[in-house]
């Protein structure tokens, strides 16, 4: 059932350690098939070296499992509440990435200062607000997806120009087109958050990229008049 | 004698450098069998590289070496004091992991401010005091191991619940049920104490988990109701 | 056509990865065949580990590719208007390498405070105005390459001595008199970063070196009284 | 001639990529027969995966080269003066290990703040007063190593209790009884200065050890009462 989907999964997840994006068990990626209203999840708390293929965990957009011997990951339910409300993503991923959760933790936004972020995030990469104890309490991984879509929703912001978040207290989530794209741009929010880092505490001071930087960047990459490698539209290798 | 344990307390030593844990050779992880009343413990100042499972040297509960050519760790008299004050612990490590020795140096308890903390350590991870200069003078290695039980003590921290310490002005222990998760828990406190630092840094501000969340996360993976991995109570794998 | 030249430029990017100054195709590098007036550079978001010398782009002094399938850098116009501009240079590279960037974030200069930035940069390497609207939204390429000339010029600094350069809000752009020094002196900038950014988080004060300290180390290595290494004119093994 | 120490020699000089101590070819280690009164030295400027033993120069206390086909490490002549004022070293280090580098740009001294201090250093690891315009346009590289001389003589730190320094604006060198205990005290010096500066950073405030800690520490490892490690005058391992 869903074997290539499975394999794209695997290897997704398997891109989590070369990263440097995960410590022991400590991430998931998940991909769905829209056409059938199912997703692959990695397994709960599996080492990467010991995963295959074969242990991903096919779960349904009411979260059930479907097919799978091992337990999915305990993230499940927020996979499910964000593929439900970003009909348009094909793949989500969760790591604890430390420089994120620096971020998280000191419940700030992850400002955009830069083309290197300018290239992926269409404008910061915002904090959600915390769970209150009741959200907590009752079914905490299903709020932690409902305080992420309340986020983008609440901010006006386009989850598809800024496909990641942080969740107060908690850590980073990041989504795309594919399972791949979902862990580029997770590794993309590391790396933006080291630099953002160093940078505020360098200057102290606002340095959020004008407007006309942050559009001329970010459609370098996307969109119909995108340039940047070799398959988009405006590309010289398709003149 | 104690063939099994040697091997897991050696196996367990080998992670602290593929965990960068250790630089050169300032580590050491012991194992107990408390049916028999010994633990096997790492020989001092033997490089990771040379080190086999035959090395390691067998002590009872009076810290005195009952098998072995090598010398024990420096720090047996303090593993010693922490396996009879924990009678329910089964493995012990001590390294000098560079951010946990940097809150140990600046005297700070690493706090917990997110879910990577909370999941493995209900509540702060506390530094120790000073050890004055009688206790240093007499007898440093089992002052150390009594200023560690005295800090959970003193401030009613439970050590499962918790299981780690920095000592002041020197470095953190872990310990756990198996030498295997102390060397865990030694792991989590580093990447915790990195994390904290930045977001310390950029936060300057108290920025603790709730009571709820920590009880969320603890509980998660800890206890009768943990849903966490694959062999938890209510994990799905075991519905 | 041009061989050798691609065969060198390819063997400079891949340092790229090797030094830790890329993430994923976050850099490029070219060199120039001064003589034909033409250049050679890495295709644009193509992986280094899928990158053959075959796929290199030759492009001439207007910025024309006149051979190559692929589509060369976006950043080509850039380094079309450096080698015009500076026509004693041999090599062009650009990444965004993090600390380099949390400097060009902070739109700090990367001061001189030490003999390892003397040893390669004849004073601070400079950060560039940032661009404006109208420079971002007519030719942004060719613009980033003429603020890069307009800094030197304006500060009367010479492009030999100080081979390096912060594009403020964007990142780092090196040369060199072939591709590998232009690599070589890109590792150095963020080296310098790195260590510039502890240096002033510590003591935040002014600690540039005096002249006479910069001018030792920059011509120990440099120029015609070089002693430095195996090739210099003073070194002892050519005495 | 001097084949074992060349050997030695070269094998401390590869230590220092392994511990990431040099970046491209930033380091040299040399050692010394005190007996023949002669030194071997890395020469000038080469990569370290070119090396061989028999690259290495040997030079005498006079700092004139006697046998080598290789211009010696352009620190040849700092080295011939600490071997001529610190008789009884047997092996010199000097590195731009990126954290000590800060230190010495700050003009501050590493301070002895924990046990990872304290088990190889006995006391803080100076910085030097910054060379005058004077000596750096006179013999550069002798005033080096006559300024760390005279630090530790102004400050009466004895050089075998504290084997390392910081030059003022340049960076570190460390020496010790052998070519490798000089490297395995440059690493500490590195390790120390990282820890230090989160520490620091993180307490603003003056955490020295106090004075029995350090006295505990440095004789668990040195001198005739030392008990760490299996080869010292007390561990069990000699009972």
């Known amino acids: ?53 074969a242990d991903m965990v096919v779960v349904n957009l009411k979260g059930e499992v479907v097919e799978g011997k091992l337990n999915p990951s305990s993230d499940t339910p927020t996979h499910t509440v964000l593929y439900n409300a970003f009909p348009d993503i094909g793949g989500i991923v969760h790591t604890h990435s430390p420089w994120a959760v620096s971020f998280a933790s000191a419940e700030m936004d992850i400002p955009n200062l830069n083309t290197t972020a300018a ?26 997806g409902n305080a992420i879509v309340k986020t983008f929703a609440d901010r006006g912001i386009d989850h598809n120009a800024v496909p990641a978040v ?10 795309g087109a594919t399972p791949a794209k979902a862990v580029y741009n997770a590794k993309v929010m590391e790396v933006v958050a080291e630099i953002d880092y160093h940078a505020l505490t360098l200057s102290h001071r606002d340095s959020h990229v004008p407007q006309y930087l942050l559009d001329k960047h970010y459609y370098r990459k996307h969109g119909k008049n995108a340039y940047y490698g070799q398959n988009n539209p405006k590309s010289n290798a398709h003149k």
Chains 1, 2, 3, 4 share one sequence.
């Open 119 to 144: 290239d992926t995030f269409y404008g910061d990469i915002p904090v959600s607000e915390a769970l209150t104890k009741a959200q907590i309490e009752t079914a905490y991984e299903d709020e932690t």
């Open 166 to 175: 942080l969740v107060a207290q908690h850590g980073p989530f990041a989504w």
């Open 1 to 53: 059932m869903l074997e290539a989907l499975k394999k794209e999964v695997y290897d997704a997840n398997m891109q989590l350690p070369k990263l440097d994006l995960v410590t022991f068990t400590w991430g998931n990626v998940s991909g769905i098939d829209r056409e059938k209203g199912l997703f692959v999840i990695k397994p709960s708390g599996v080492d990467y070296d010991q995963l295959t293929p």
